[in-house]
């Protein structure tokens, strides 16, 4: 089985998909997907699939999701095989779980790439620190569950992978800071600002890049639009790092140390 959850949805057998193109039943595989080798509750289920306003029929219906997937688990299953569609999607008393290991999951990969890049970065290897990373970052192809029409626990889910996302993206960036790399970076740094205006991690590496490549005027108005957006939006004015950032590029201080900034 490969699982793949880091943009569109794909749940293999083999070369054989088993994602139904139904919605409900979808977010039934996603979800026990996501969750691989683990109970998932009846209860969770439901709350995925309808929210706070489970029908009667709620019990009956998620068992009629649960034997469409097992028919699709069923399809894909090699001739031959020892295993059936229950031995691999197993009922448990309340819950349901995906009992099989998969091959390849690219969550799970994600994670381990960005712990060990984690890892590198603090023990000061900013080369290997970048490349794991990176290589954690390649592995999304659009937004988490993209094609997925998430309830309450899905969309719940998809936050948290988006999240761990953007702080691979802010770890990696931080690593190629400290190779030098600040050119390369800045139209990167530009987006992430862009998409997320009161991010201050963001801003800040972006007013460094500038300042390191001989633009301090632009890393200034970095700071002038994070500080209108913030008092604008939240009534609250830059962190004291970002204040201090802002000093020092005020006063056109040559090297601005990650470290002086809560980035490293």
């Known amino acids: 089985m490969e699982i793949h959850v880091l943009g569109p949805v794909r749940v293999r057998i083999g070369d054989q998909s088993i994602v139904p193109t139904a919605g409900k039943p979808k977010q039934v595989l996603t979800l026990l997907a996501l969750r691989c080798g683990r109970v998932v509750p009846v209860s969770t289920l439901m709350e995925e699939i309808w929210g706070d306003k489970v029908p009667r ?68 290897d900013a080369e290997t620190a970048s490349r794991q990373l990176g290589r954690a970052l390649e592995l999304w192809s659009g937004s988490a569950l993209m094609d997925v029409p998430a309830g309450q626990v899905l969309e719940m889910e998809a936050m948290g992978m988006e999240e761990a996302r953007m702080r691979a993206q802010e770890l990696r960036i931080i690593a190629d800071l400290q190779l030098g790399r600040h050119a390369m970076l800045i139209p990167e740094l530009r987006m992430l600002v862009a998409q997320c205006p009161m991010h201050e991690n963001f801003c ?55 470290a002086a900034y809560d980035l490293a």
Not at 229 to 245: A, F, K
Request: with cysteine.
């Open 57 to 124: 029929s709620g019990t009956t219906t998620l068992q009629t999701y649960i034997l469409q997937l097992r028919k699709l688990i069923a399809r894909s299953l090699p001739a031959g095989c020892q295993l059936s569609a229950k031995d691999l999607l197993v009922t448990h008393f309340n819950g349901y779980q995906l009992a099989i290991t998969p091959s390849a999951y690219d969550l799970r990969e994600f994670e381990r790439l960005t712990v060990e890049g984690d890892a590198a970065l603090a023990a000061g």
């Open 204 to 258: 800040a590496m972006l007013m460094i890049a500038l300042q390191r490549s001989g633009a301090p005027w632009r890393a200034l108005q970095v700071f002038r639009n994070l500080r209108q957006i913030l008092i604008g939006e939240l009534g609250v004015e830059p962190s004291s790092r970002l204040q201090r950032l802002h000093q020092a590029v005020l006063s056109n201080v040559p090297d601005l140390p990650l």
